[in-house]
């Protein structure tokens, strides 16, 4: 098996990681950071992120596997000393009684950033937020090409079903099982007035359907994609939808996501 590792950096992630490449070794895994089968990331969900957008070329063709060195994550299950409980079953050596592995796959946002200065794709893994960085924003808000509402206010968060545990529930968005083919739009503190009217409820949108943020006045905006800010001064729209490609994780033991939920926020 072809694998490799992305860790947090701090000293008990590295540690592991060694840990991870010794006991790789010794059943006879590959290292190989060109092109992988499974991703491993230690640390937490943050490093997830970064493992994914470290490999966004090669989503289709690898699985992630996460291990957090805190709390328990949404995309990092296993703990910290459950390293050779793991490799035992990923070299398919957990015996007779283990489960077997299984694939799960999550939608993706898809995004084309159009600016003056030209048009650039990406692709979320939790959520794009579009925020001002000089006081309130002011947005168009298409939904399938026609005129949904005109927002002014902190900005708009569009998030994916894994995303929705994550900012979208700071902003009172629902939190929807990560494999539900939809995207959410959750508002980020909107003027309500005579000239400026939003929906105010959070927005769930199929994958057939796409939502456009115009940017309406010169307006120095900060856009984050994850945990990745781009700051952008000549935006003219966002475009987003469900993306066509999803990301892979590989559950080598049950875990499931309302108990992932349950354990995050009220044990
Ligand atoms: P960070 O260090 O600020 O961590 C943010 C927190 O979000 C961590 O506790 C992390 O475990 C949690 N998180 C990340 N993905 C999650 C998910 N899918 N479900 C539930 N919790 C999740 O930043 P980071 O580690 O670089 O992560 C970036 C993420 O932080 C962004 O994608 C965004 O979702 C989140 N964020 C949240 C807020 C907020 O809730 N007010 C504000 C900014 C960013």
Redesign the pocket.
């Known amino acids: 098996m072809r694998y490799y590792v992305l860790d947090r950096g701090d000293s008990l992630s590295v540690d592991l990681t060694e840990q991870f490449h010794k006991l790789a070794g010794e059943h006879g895994f590959e290292l190989d950071a060109e092109s992988p089968e499974i991703v491993v990331s230690i640390g937490?969900?943050?490093t997830m992120?970064h493992a994914f957008h470290t490999f966004i070329d090669r989503i289709p063709s690898i699985a992630f596997v996460g291990i957090h060195t805190g709390h328990l994550?949404?995309?990092a299950d296993w703990k910290a000393d459950e390293i050779p409980e793991l490799i035992k079953l990923m070299s398919g050596q957990g015996g007779p009684e283990a489960p077997k592995p299984r694939i799960v796959n999550y939608p993706l946002l898809d995004l084309e950033i159009v600016k003056k200065s030209g048009t650039t794709s990406y692709v979320c893994l939790?959520?794009f937020t579009l925020k001002s960085v000089d006081g309130t924003i002011v947005a168009q808000v298409d939904i399938n090409d026609e005129l949904f509402e005109m927002f002014r206010g902190d900005g708009i968060c569009v998030s994916t079903p894994?995303?929705s545990?994550?900012?979208n529930k700071?902003l009172g968005g629902a939190m929807m099982h990560p494999t539900v083919e939809a995207l959410q739009i959750a508002e980020i503190a909107s003027i309500n007035n005579r000239v400026f009217r939003t929906m105010g409820s959070p927005l769930v949108l199929p994958k057939h359907h796409h939502c456009d943020i115009y940017s309406r006045k010169e307006q120095n905006l900060m856009l984050t994609i994850?945990?990745i800010n781009l700051p952008i001064h000549d935006l003219l729209s966002v475009r987003c939808q469900v993306a066509r490609q999803k990301i892979s994780f590989v559950r080598y033991r049950p875990f499931p996501f309302w108990q992932r939920v349950r354990n995050a926020f009220l044990d």
């Open positions: 937490g969900d943050g992120l994550g949404f995309y939790n959520e894994s995303g545990t994550a900012y700071s994850d945990h």
